[in-house]
């Protein structure tokens, strides 16, 4: 028995046109691709224009390149805390009964992957929302080979969702992030990131919010697109008296360098 999905558009930021018809057999992979985001929501979009972003295409997505000056933004990064739109990710939804998903998610990630629990490999941020279901956060390529890998199993019933559309992804990088974390109350009444699970939920500007808390200098927020500018404003009005500044792609990308140099030297 075959089934077939198609959506009036685009099938998702995977790059797959509704007239190219998904399939599934039984006992294959349920891939289900909603309408992409095309970039960053329009409220959103309205924000980071005021805010002088220079926007262009990456990966199919309309993203902020920089504000006027990436050494400027890196430096910022350096030295306080960024804000970053991060609409070039991809934001799929991984489904199966919890006892699939405990034989499935070890293969994958080498290791389980509990409710709460953030791991980062192939690519991919995989975050335990449920025991039966798995957010996965990444850039499009990797979400290709993720859905192209699920598909090709003759032994999963797993369903995958692109939400890419439903969720708009926002960063904070530099060293001043637990400071903003602290006062956006993300780390709870205790304010101690020790207190909250890697991947967890909260609310910013009376909105539903949910963080992948990466390391102590960089997290993510997941947040509902068409709520995605008015969190923005949230953060940026939080994070004044830590020096947070709006940074563009550009500077993100050369900041996730120096990251990757100052923890594999050692350096504090």
């Known amino acids: 028995m075959v089934h077939y999905v198609s959506s009036p558009k685009w099938s998702g930021k995977l790059g797959i046109r509704s007239r190219d018809k998904l399939w599934q057999q039984v006992y294959l992979v349920n891939v289900s691709i909603a309408v992409p985001s095309e970039g960053a929501s329009e409220p959103l979009q309205a924000v980071l ?39 070039d990710l991809c ?32 690519d991919a941020w995989w975050c335990g929302a449920r025991a039966d279901q798995i957010i996965v956060v990444c850039e499009p390529r990797p979400a290709r080979r993720l859905a192209a890998r699920l598909g090709a199993s003759q032994h999963l019933v797993v369903s995958v969702s692109d939400h890419s559309a439903d969720w708009e992804a926002i960063e904070l990088l530099g060293r001043a992030t637990p400071d903003v974390l602290r006062a956006l109350r993300v780390y709870g009444d205790a304010g101690d990131p020790r207190c909250v699970p890697p991947f967890s939920t909260g609310i910013v500007a009376g909105v539903d919010v949910m963080w992948l808390l990466d390391t102590d200098r960089r997290a993510l927020a997941l947040i509902p697109s068409q709520s995605a500018g008015q969190v923005w404003r949230a953060i940026e009005t939080a994070g004044r008296p830590f020096g947070i500044s709006c940074v563009g792609w550009e500077a993100a990308a050369r900041y996730a360098v120096l990251e990757r140099t100052r923890v594999r030297a050692g350096w504090p």
């Open 49 to 87: 224009r005021q805010a002088g972003a220079v926007l262009s295409a990456r990966e199919g997505s309309t993203v902020a390149v920089n504000y006027g000056s990436a050494a400027g933004e890196l430096a910022v990064c350096v030295r306080a805390v960024g804000l970053v739109d991060r609409a």
């Open 91 to 122: 934001t799929l939804v991984i489904e199966a009964s919890p006892e699939q998903l405990r034989r499935v998610v070890p293969r994958l990630l080498g290791g389980p992957l509990q409710p709460g629990g953030m791991r980062f490999a192939g």
